[in-house]
Structures are given as structure tokens and as C-alpha cells.
T-cell receptor, first 114, second 113 residues
Framework: DAGITQSPRHKVTETGTPVTLRCHQTENHRYMYWYRQDPGHGLRLIHYSYGVKDTDKGEVSDGYSVSRSKTEDFLLTLESATSSQTSVYFC?????????????FGQGTRLTVV | DAKTTQPNSMESNEEEPVHLPCNHSTISGTDYIHWYRQLPSQGPEYVIHGLTSNVNNRMASLAIAEDRKSSTLILHRATLRDAAVYYCILRANYGGSQGNLIFGKGTKLSVKP
């Protein structure tokens, strides 16, 4: 299995509180991604990183920020959690220097905002 | 972004072959066809990918139409463990955001004993 771990795996938090999810990899892949998955929507890209300190927005980035201070860690922060951010969050790593490669996904973090 | 079209759901019997179709009529010449699947309560996992020629690996086979406007993922003998959502994704052969994986809703495969 690819070396990618997400923490925490489950979290319940209150509306308005900040929350940070962590994705850690041991594969030294340059690209890292955060997705969210909700019923009826499949996986939607939130943010991605193409190197240390290099990040960009995905299709559903509002309300989220990310940071990548070292190759192995990609953090997703909800500055002020809302109920609409209740979801399952997946991290992925990939080397898209060419499309002839595969992505590896973490096991997911189930976040509930009450 | 190039789009794919898949049936919402399919059913199969255990130990029978399964053919999962995907249409991608707007595919460009440099797009790779990727398939991922997501088992219940797990993250997606890579299944197979190809460009022009048919591909085989230990999990499945990928049959690509000659005009590349459609493809079919073939599970040769479905098992109960193959029950999952299968995603057909086009991935551009460029770096940066053009190489990102963009998921649709996929096909939910049910396998009956």
C-alpha cells in the first residue's frame, strides 16, 4: 500500500470552530490533493499542491485553506466550520508529470459539524 | 475538461464477467483513460488505465474503441468484493491542473451471489 495517512479519521466539531485535517505521505510525490465526498456528488476537488508552498484552488475551495510547508504534509483548514462542510474528506497523492501514472488515496476523514 | 458518461448503476452475478461502459466522445489525442473504483467506506483505488491499445492487469482489462470515443472496463469474474462505484476519468497528459483527476458520479456495481 502507498504510504499515505490521514488524521484524524473521525472528528466532530462545533459550528464556527477552526478545524485542521492532515495528510501525510512517505512517497515523496510532488502533487497532493484534497477532495470532499458528499452523497450524490462523487468526489470534488477542494485544493491541490504541486510542491512545497505551491498550492492552487479546485472546484469547491470556498471556506477552505491549505498549507504545504514540507513535501510530506498537506494540511486542510476550515477556518470557521459550517454544517455544509460536514463531509468525508480524502487526500490523494500523484505524480502527474505524465498521465501515465496512478493516484493513491487515503482512507478518508469523516468530519461532522454540529 | 473532457467529460465521460457512465450508467448510474449495473448489476452482475457472482463469477460472471462484467462489462462497464464509458463514453468520452470529446476525448483529445493526448488524454489517457483511467478507471478507479471505490469500495464502501474506503478511498478510491486505481484499477487500470490506457491510451489507445487494450490493456490487461491482474484486476481487470480495458478495451478502448478504435476511435477512442468509448471504452469498456472488463471484470472477468465478478466477486462480491468487486461491488463498488467505478469511475471512468480522462486525464490530460500535461502537468499542472490539466493532469488533475476530476471525478464524475461513476457506475455503482452490485454483485449478486
Amino acid at each position: 500500500d502507498a504510504g499515505i495517512t490521514q488524521s484524524p479519521r473521525h472528528k466532530v466539531t462545533e459550528t464556527g470552530t477552526p478545524v485542521t485535517l492532515r495528510c501525510h505521505q512517505t512517497e515523496n510525490h510532488r502533487y497532493m490533493y484534497w477532495y470532499r465526498q458528499d452523497p450524490g456528488h462523487g468526489l470534488r476537488l477542494i485544493h491541490y499542491s504541486y510542491g512545497v508552498k505551491d498550492t492552487d484552488k479546485g472546484e469547491v475551495s470556498d471556506g477552505y485553506s491549505v498549507s504545504r510547508s514540507k513535501t510530506e504534509d498537506f494540511l486542510l483548514t476550515l477556518e470557521s466550520a459550517t454544517s455544509s462542510q460536514t463531509s468525508v474528506y480524502f487526500c490523494a497523492i500523484m505524480d502527474p508529470s505524465g498521465a501515465n501514472t496512478e493516484a493513491f488515496f487515503g482512507q478518508g476523514t469523516r468530519l461532522t459539524v454540529v | 475538461d473532457a467529460k465521460t458518461t457512465q450508467p448510474n448503476s449495473m448489476e452482475s452475478n457472482e463469477e460472471e464477467p462484467v462489462h462497464l461502459p464509458c463514453n468520452h466522445s470529446t476525448i483529445s489525442g493526448t488524454d489517457y483513460i483511467h478507471w478507479y473504483r471505490q469500495l464502501p467506506s474506503q478511498g478510491p483505488e486505481y484499477v487500470i488505465h490506457g491510451l489507445t491499445s487494450n490493456v490487461n492487469n491482474r484486476m481487470a482489462s480495458l478495451a478502448i474503441a478504435e476511435d477512442r470515443k468509448s471504452s469498456t472496463l472488463i471484470l472477468h469474474r465478478a466477486t462480491l468484493r468487486d461491488a463498488a462505484v467505478y469511475y471512468c476519468i480522462l486525464r490530460a497528459n500535461y502537468g499542472g491542473s490539466q493532469g488533475n483527476l476530476i471525478f464524475g458520479k461513476g457506475t455503482k456495481l452490485s454483485v449478486k451471489p
